[in-house]
């Protein structure tokens, strides 16, 4: 459906031609002046200028022609030359009811659907998560959602972290404490592995920390998993072998934590993945003379004219020959234009490793790994802070596993619902993590990503202001009201909005019309906040509605029926929305 801006400047295009201007002074726009006007266009005090004339004898024209045109019941200019717009009651109800029957809500699928891969959530194999994934993890769901809701064809791909140093410092470790374990007897071969682990998950949590400190402190600890690392990644058979198993633990373990999250991914693919393209990769960087030795390192040099501030080069191997960060990055590069040829490549991780990602991208353009046409786009977010403004960290200073800060927020919530209402433990137990989930995202989504924001549980879990527990209040409310009405009556009698709606009524249209603007533009940005601002603005449209009038004691059956309709498209609208913004609304609250 064409959106309702587009819709009513069309008419006003039309005029500034028929009066001798340029069609484009006839864009209409929402008033900045809610109090006097619902729209405006200010093409005449443009068009002033370019034509030499007083902007209020062409406004005056404009209005003149204008009359008639049923779109508006108030057409007014008004010195210095603005026109001030009241849509008609009757032109915005056809609209918000022919979205009403738009499987889209008026929404409408890219022309040329494009293939993008998401490279989100970022986990490391063998380490909890903690709350510097929650970002990444809910962003990129939402980016996800939003895109596949446009008609792209997208894959989310978790990009694990599982073939670094850790593995090499967790099997030194294992080493230490279980000498006897059949994977370090000499003469190890494949056929030996045990299909049992030889470690739980929770062994592996404490495993990985340990060994770290210890590397930190014993250089031939160090050393030692350094060539663990390299042995492994060269084929160590047994070193494979003990690998898959921390993968196989760290992995179930991490699906079940992000299904939590209500955060599901196409590809469970790793930077080992990439570990194959690498060795014909750098050879072809070096045959064509993009990669070249420096300080015994294999390195592209990606600094351009223009450059603000010094990019170094892309180390794509060190000097012993073991891949690096950017190593598995290009070479991932590699095996998604190989299996999808993406039209884009976005990337949801921590706005400081914006350097690396330059540094990436430069280098995949410039040795043809993707085709200049592909865009590689970095979203970098900002941090979650804590109340003091820092980082946010338990209260005795660690790092705050996920599990427990969902947890945390789900049982602010749990006190709310409880308060004050007659609920079953159990049933306040299980609304409780359906709403913390809605106000941990919608309290991250509601600020715009690059940004760093304070986690606040208390504001978070709040039932009212800009929170996720009052947007799911709000769809509650109307589920409600929904129940009510059937129960007591078959059907509506129409399928139409009213057409002599009262103020609030006409506001609560005003704001449904607005959806498949507010998603196009939420998803040309890649702005989840842009949506959030928007279901708020509806919640309070809809709220205030509802205050001012008896839906269910109106005894006018066709004008109860344009309510019903009304707030049936509210309610299609909140949850397609919340759909995407990746959480869900209860039953009750
Ligand atoms: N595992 C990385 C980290 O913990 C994040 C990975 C982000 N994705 C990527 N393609 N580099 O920092």
Redesign the pocket.
Known sequence: MKKLLDLLSEGFEKAFVECGYEEKYGKVTISNRPDLCEFQCNGAMAAAKAYKKAPFVIAGEVVEKMQGNDAFEEITAVNPGFINLKVSKSFIASFVKDMSLDELLGCELNENPKTIVV?YG???VAKPLHVGHLRPAIIGETLKRLYRFKGDNVIGDV?L?DWGMPIGLIIEELRTRKPELVYFAEGFTEDMTETEAPFTIAELEEIYPTASAKSKEDEEFRNRAEQNTFELQNGNVAYRALWKHILNVSVTDLKENYKKLNVEFDLWKGESDAYEFVDEMVEKMIADGFAYESQGAMVVDVSEEGDTKEIPPCIVKKSNGASL?STT?LA?LVQRERDYHPDEVV?V??KR?DMHFTQVFRTAKKTGIVPESTKLTYRGFGTMNGKDGKPFKTRDGGVMRLENLIGNICDAVYEKIKEGREVSDDEARKTSQIVGLAALKYGDLSNQASKDYIFDIDRFASFEGNTGPYILYTIVRIKSILNKFYDSKMDVATQDMNKDAGEAEKALMLEVAKFNAVIDNAYEESAPHKLCAYIYDLSNAFNKFYHETSIMGEEDEIKQSGYINLINTVKSILETSIYILGFDAPEKM
């Open positions: 490279d970022g986990p490391n990009h972290g960060y990055d991932t990337y991780v921590d490793q």
